[in-house]
């Protein structure tokens, strides 16, 4: 698993990078404390979860949250200090999908970090499937690789998804 964390509290990037590490050992952690270098991370890795503080010195983070919808479906926890009800409910409308409030509590934090996996999680199709072929372009779904005349692409999870869905052999 990758994960992106926007924040720029040393301190509280370490205590969620160990709340991930003790959970799933295997996790790459990224992280800055610039919402947009943060965009940046995003576009180029592709995680599979976005930890965002709302209180980033460069750019507001509801803007940070608004523009990743742009280019990505990855999804989004807010953790910020921001508990005020209206704050909330424009995270969530701004497409979080959760929003939690410092201080927070680790045990929580994780169950509500696997609850969004789960909900976001989309079902994969059947392994060894075979690639799709349509001239030039061919997408592995073992791999999830896709290529155009031979040259690999890198395509953002919502382009992938579109591909996916609509070669999807098994689809009905």
């Given at each position: 698993?990758?994960?992106?964390?926007?924040?720029?509290?040393?301190?509280?990037?370490?205590?969620?990078?160990?709340?991930?590490?003790?959970?799933?050992?295997?996790?790459?952690?990224?992280?800055?404390?610039?919402?947009?270098?943060?965009?940046?991370?995003?576009?180029?890795?592709?995680?599979?979860?976005?930890?965002?503080?709302?209180?980033?010195?460069?750019?507001?983070?509801?803007?940070?949250?608004?523009?990743?919808?742009?280019?990505?479906?990855?999804?989004?926890?807010?953790?910020?200090?921001?508990?005020?009800?209206?704050?909330?409910?424009?995270?969530?409308?701004?497409?979080?999908?959760?929003?939690?409030?410092?201080?927070?509590?680790?045990?929580?934090?994780?169950?509500?970090?696997?609850?969004?996996?789960?909900?976001?999680?989309?079902?994969?199709?059947?392994r060894n499937t075979e690639p799709f072929q349509s001239g030039k372009l061919r997408i592995d779904f073992d791999?999830?690789?896709?290529?155009?005349g031979g040259e690999k692409m890198k395509l953002t999870p919502i382009e992938y998804n579109l591909l996916q869905?609509?070669?999807?052999?098994?689809?009905?």
């Amino acid at each position: 698993m990758k994960v992106v964390i926007i924040e720029d509290q040393a301190e509280l990037v370490e205590a969620v990078s160990m709340c991930f590490e003790l959970r799933w050992p295997d996790v790459i952690i990224l992280s800055t404390g610039e919402g947009i270098k943060g965009l940046e991370l995003i576009e180029a890795e592709s995680p599979d979860v976005v930890i965002l503080d709302l209180g980033l010195p460069d750019i507001d983070g509801f803007e940070v949250l608004r523009q990743i919808h742009l280019f990505s479906d990855v999804p989004i926890i807010v953790l910020t200090v921001r508990n005020q009800k209206m704050d909330i409910v424009r995270g969530l409308e701004l497409g979080a999908d959760d929003y939690i409030t410092k201080p927070f509590d680790h045990i929580e934090f994780l169950a509500r970090v696997k609850a969004v996996l789960r909900r976001t999680s989309m079902p994969q199709l059947k392994r060894n499937t075979e690639p799709f072929q349509s001239g030039k372009l061919r997408i592995d779904f073992d791999t999830q690789e896709v290529s155009l005349g031979g040259e690999k692409m890198k395509l953002t999870p919502i382009e992938y998804n579109l591909l996916q869905h609509e070669a999807d052999p098994h689809r009905v």
